[in-house]
């Protein structure tokens, strides 16, 4: 099993230094991420039920959603195309998701 790991690690790591992306700073992007998109998206609910402006609760929530891909693209070199297709449909899911969650909880 342990070979199976080197190579599965090799290979993951091996990933980062061909596109110019540390595989360890996404993720820790990726994942510290989650706290604040729910912050924001917390934050955008209350100011949805108060009557309040929701724009920069959006913002902080868009920006959290895409940081990890906003790394990618200003760090990443020689990114396939298909990978900038997939994260286009994960984004465009993403934020119908959410538009939906959020309308859930502002009638609730």
């Known amino acids: 099993m342990s070979g199976l790991f080197a190579r599965v690690h090799d290979w993951f790591f ?3 230094a ?5 595989p360890v700073v996404f993720g820790a992007i ?3 991420a989650v706290p604040f998109f729910l912050l924001s ?3 955008l609910v209350a100011r949805l039920r108060a009557g309040k402006s929701i724009v920069v609760p959006i913002l ?3 920006f959290c959603f895409v940081s990890a891909y906003l790394y ?3 760090v990443g070199h020689d990114i396939p195309v298909w990978v900038w297709a997939a994260l286009g449909l994960l ?3 993403g934020a119908f998701s959410t ?3 959020v309308r859930k909880k502002s009638r609730k």
Do not use: E, H, K
Request: proline content about 0%; some cysteine; overall charge negative.
């Open 14 to 16: 091996g990933l980062g």
């Open 18 to 22: 061909n596109y110019g992306v540390d």
């Open 30 to 32: 990726y994942v510290g």
């Open 41 to 43: 998206i917390g934050w």
């Open 60 to 62: 902080c929530a868009g």
């Open 72 to 74: 990618l693209a200003i």
């Open 91 to 93: 984004i465009v899911y």
């Open 99 to 101: 538009v939906r969650d």
